[in-house]
Nanobody, 126 residues
Framework: QVQLVESGGGLVLPGASLRLSCVAS????????MAWFRQAPGKEREFVAG????????AYVDSVKGRFTISRDNAKNTVYLQMNSLKPEDTAVYYC???????????????????WGQGTQVTVSS
């Protein structure tokens, strides 16, 4: 099992930026694809962005394309989510997920079981 710890959430104004970080431990980081999911109050958890084990391929949900960027630093066992032009509808708890690298999906959410972090709250409000 991979242990994941997210950070970087907060309360921001519409149009602002935030960068989330997720540090992984417990397994060889490059054996895993990584992803960010989010869950808003009263809604199901949804896929936001994914990245392949080497970082060369990324996938995004349509609602964040052009605003969010996922990246990873394998030397630091860390995955990031840069969020720009934030909107109130981006308000949610954001979760980092790790999954076996062969389950990476270049067109959307990864398949298979995932290890999850504890989540970090992002609130976009004026």
């Amino acid at each position: 099992q991979v242990q994941l710890v997210e950070s970087g959430g907060g309360l921001v104004l519409p149009g602002a930026s935030l960068r989330l970080s997720c540090v992984a431990s417990g397994r060889t980081f490059t054996n895993y694809g990584m992803a960010w999911f989010r869950q808003a109050p009263g809604k199901e958890r949804e896929f936001v962005a994914g990245i392949s084990w080497g970082g060369r391929s990324t996938a995004y949900v349509d609602s964040v394309k052009g605003r969010f960027t996922i990246s990873r630093d394998n030397a630091k066992n860390t995955v990031y989510l840069q969020m720009n032009s934030l909107k109130p509808e981006d308000t949610a708890v954001y979760y980092c997920a790790a999954f076996r690298r062969e389950y990476y999906n270049a067109y959307g959410a990864p398949r298979g079981d995932k290890d999850w972090g504890q989540g970090t709250q992002v609130t976009v409000s004026s």
